[in-house]
């Protein structure tokens, strides 16, 4: 970019061999990991902070610091090559935004602004319009795991697809089991945690790369628990809470590449059958039954001290439910009040302004389900009715229209 104009910060020299400190560059935010590049580049999240920051971290070969003689270092020029596409990139998601009219994940906005950038189309509104529409069709396939209780069989992993609306299974996973937590996530992997069978409660993970197709066991978690609730947050696997004759308010941070698991601070309010739900880079708790009452608290865990904290109040529990993050704000539907009383109302959460607003119930009552949001609608998959039986069909959500839709399996 024309005007990164740097200089050794010892010497004062521009050449093309100046460098600066790549691990101090990470540590500092000025180098983000890019997950669609697999490459670290400049963060310009926030540029002028980020630029000043690399600006003073910038020497020549003969200058190299002391305090970095250990480090890893990267070239100037490596790092500002791609600083004019990036740029463009953060003006283009700005007039996307005007565009589309709502928050979009970061992986949905770097894939169509790709689009745009190698694309020869001008960046007038309708070209932006058509470019949205071609990747907001594109949903990559959603992979889940059936949470059909019986000790019969064991549990079927399988994939929706929204894009023409198939299911596809895809296998069983060995050993069957009951009450058993899954979290999905938009890589499309599939962890399945804990779980009871023949009385005994289970420590076992395990996880399924639906894009490698790979299944793996995990090592296994450091508390047995039954109905435990968990999600991915930061790519490791959040598992908290749960029942072991007794109900949990333990959290267990998992990483499921390396297999190391470490203790996360306990919840303030042991439950079972809740709902861990990322949401702005930060984690919700919500609902479950914590042994006398289905739970009305939502916690939040605050990252700078370490602690779940008491957030807001659910205005009405549930347990079993499916929860996701769509458009700001985060959906729960669902679930059960009383052991006989499966729901299929739907709610929504701000948590900007901790405020509640009901939404279109689905077509059927549903629990231990799936509720997955894509860019533009969100998909309740699978699952149990009042009676246990499993749940084919699909529910997706329309919010233009403000309706569920059943569609067959």
């Not at 880079?281 to 990252?303: A, D, H, Q, R």
């Amino acid at each position: 970019m024309s005007n990164f104009n740097v200089s050794c910060i010892k010497c004062g020299r521009k050449s093309e061999q100046l460098r600066c400190c790549f691990t101090c560059a990470v540590v500092s935010g000025v180098l983000r990991y890019d997950e669609v590049k697999k490459d670290y580049i400049l963060n310009l999240e926030n540029t002028e902070l980020v630029l000043q920051q690399a600006r003073e971290m910038v020497t020549c070969e003969n200058c190299e610091s002391a305090e970095h003689m250990d480090h890893d270092s990267v070239l100037i020029s490596k790092l500002t090559s791609g600083m004019e596409s990036l740029a463009l990139e953060k003006s283009l998601r700005n007039s996307l935004s005007s565009i589309v009219g709502f928050n979009l994940p970061n992986d949905v906005w770097r894939s169509m602004t790709r689009a745009i950038t190698e694309s020869d189309v001008p960046h007038n509104g309708y070209a932006l319009y058509k470019i949205i529409k071609e990747n907001l069709i594109k949903e990559a396939p959603i992979f889940v795991a059936d949470r059909k209780q019986t000790f019969r069989e064991s549990l079927l992993i399988g994939s929706f697809n929204p894009t023409d609306n198939s299911w596809t299974s895809i296998g069983r996973m060995p050993g069957p089991k009951v009450n058993y937590g899954v979290a999905i996530n938009k890589s499309s992997q599939v962890a399945i945690f804990g779980g009871m069978y023949n009385g005994e409660f289970l420590r076992s993970v395990e996880v399924y790369d639906g894009e490698a197709n790979v299944r793996r066991t995990c090592n296994p978690m450091k508390h047995c628990r039954t109905r435990p609730f968990g999600c991915f947050h930061n790519h490791d696997l959040y598992v908290a809470g749960g029942f072991d004759q007794n109900y949990l308010n333990s959290v267990e941070i998992l990483n499921v590449q390396s297999g190391a698991s470490t203790e996360a601070p306990s919840l303030k309010i042991p439950r079972a059958d809740a709902a861990l739900v990322p949401w702005n880079g930060e984690i919700f708790v919500l609902g479950g039954f914590n042994g006398k009452t289905y739970e009305k608290m939502i916690e939040k865990l605050n990252e700078q001290s370490q602690e779940f904290e008491s957030f807001a109040s659910m205005e009405g529990g549930r347990a079993g439910f499916g929860a996701c993050e769509f458009r700001g704000r985060i959906y729960i539907a669902g679930g059960w009040n009383t052991t006989s009383n499966t729901l299929r109302s739907v709610r929504s959460f701000d948590p900007k302004t901790k405020t509640w607003r009901d939404e279109p119930s689905m077509n059927k009552v549903r629990k231990y389900f799936i509720l997955h949001s894509t860019s533009e609608a969100i998909y309740a998959i699978r699952g149990c009715a009042n009676n246990w039986v499993l749940i084919k069909e699909v529910e997706r959500f329309d919010p233009d229209r403000m309706e569920w839709t059943v569609i067959p399996i």
